[in-house]
Nanobody
Framework: EVQLVESGGGLVQPGGSLRLSCAASGFTFDAYHMTWVRQAPGKGLEWVSGISSNGGSTYYAESMKGRFTISRDNAKNTLYLQMNSLKSEDTAVYYC??????????????WGQGTQVTVSS
């Protein structure tokens, strides 16, 4: 059974930092492109960032470039999202997700339960 368990969310002041983690199990982690997606209150899902299976390629939504860093540790089956210079508009539930097949990046078939990030003074 595929499991994706996010952690690391919380309350942070504007300009602060958080590092999210996603512990993966039940599939061959190092064979899959992985993705972070978020959902702000009252809004739809927003793609945040993606990373190739070996970590060699990373991708970011424009508003996250230079502030967020995606990474992975395939030995630990863990995905990370380092978030710096956080803004109030980054407040959202953050999800990690994987595609249905290892050769694709989409569609996202398996999702974690999400971790809440709140940026507020």
């Amino acid at each position: 059974e595929v499991q994706l368990v996010e952690s690391g969310g919380g309350l942070v002041q504007p300009g602060g930092s958080l590092r999210l983690s996603c512990a993966a199990s039940g599939f061959t982690f190092d064979a899959y492109h992985m993705t972070w997606v978020r959902q702000a209150p009252g809004k739809g899902l927003e793609w945040v960032s993606g990373i190739s299976s070996n970590g060699g390629s990373t991708y970011y939504a424009e508003s996250m470039k230079g502030r967020f860093t995606i990474s992975r540790d395939n030995a630990k089956n863990t995905l990370y999202l380092q978030m710096n210079s956080l803004k109030s508009e980054d407040t959202a539930v953050y999800y990690c997700a994987k595609p249905s097949v290892s050769i694709a990046t989409m569609p996202l078939a398996d999702w974690g339960q999400g971790t809440q990030v709140t940026v507020s003074s």
